[in-house]
């Protein structure tokens, strides 16, 4: 679930999205809430007038915390719709430990990476040159969305499932990222599972 916001270039509108979808959409309006779906399923919301029920600070995509998903649930409620929002607002951006890489059985440059985040292990596709095997990295986990906008989501990579990314220091906007491809290889001061972003 992401939530965006630009008052200055959209105006007072927050924009929510549950999930990000292709095809058709249809609109459902109901006093300053737009309810949106596809093929009946509910996919998002835009809810006008946002600042009259609660502040957003920030621009373009904001991070959901527990205060803002209530005002959000509200103004969905308040205007007649019975969605409920289930949101998982647990860090998207966090410290992994690589514990076993295997080469892709269907790609040269591919590995297939099991990642710790603490509270799970993922199975992550990864092409980055420099990744290896007792590795605390950082992993972008399904649902984050990162500084270029792009969302990560479940994805199969070349017939391999592969839930989240491991990240560059390019890809998480950092300064001084290296020009050269590879991930960005933590150092142990870090904790498996530790939010990466606070």
């Known amino acids: 679930m992401n939530l965006f ?9 927050a924009f929510l999205q549950i999930e990000p979808v292709d095809g058709e959409l249809a609109y459902n309006k109901k006093g300053n809430v737009v309810e949106i779906t596809n093929d009946n399923k509910v996919v998002g919301y835009n809810i006008f007038d946002i600042s009259t029920v609660t502040t ?14 209530e005002a959000l649930q509200q103004s969905i ?32 440059k591919l590995s297939v990476l099991n990642v710790n985040v603490g509270n799970d ?4 596709v990864c092409g980055a040159p420099n990744v290896e095997a007792g590795q605390k990295v950082v992993v972008a986990k399904v649902g984050a969305v990162m500084p ?7 994805a199969e990579l ?11 220091m390019k890809e998480l906007d ?12 933590l150092n142990d001061s870090y904790d498996i ?3 990466f972003f606070e």
């Not at 070349?158 to 560059?168: E, F, L, N, P, Y």
């Not at 950092?174 to 290889?185: D, H, R, S």
């Open 158 to 168: 070349r017939g391999v499932a592969s839930s989240g990314m491991i990240c560059s």
């Open 5 to 13: 916001y630009n008052p200055q270039f959209v105006g007072d509108v």
């Open 174 to 185: 950092l300064p001084n990222a290296p020009a050269e491809k590879g991930i960005m290889v």
């Open 56 to 69: 957003i600070n920030g621009n373009g995509h904001i991070k959901l915390d527990k205060s803002l998903l």
């Open 121 to 124: 292990t993922l199975q992550i």
């Open 148 to 154: 270029s906008g792009m969302v990560i989501k479940d």
């Open 77 to 108: 409620n308040q205007a007649g719709f019975d969605y409920t929002l289930d949101a998982d607002l647990s860090p998207k951006f966090v410290v992994g430990y690589v514990e076993t890489k295997d080469k892709h059985p269907d790609a040269d």
């Open 193 to 195: 599972g530790q939010p």
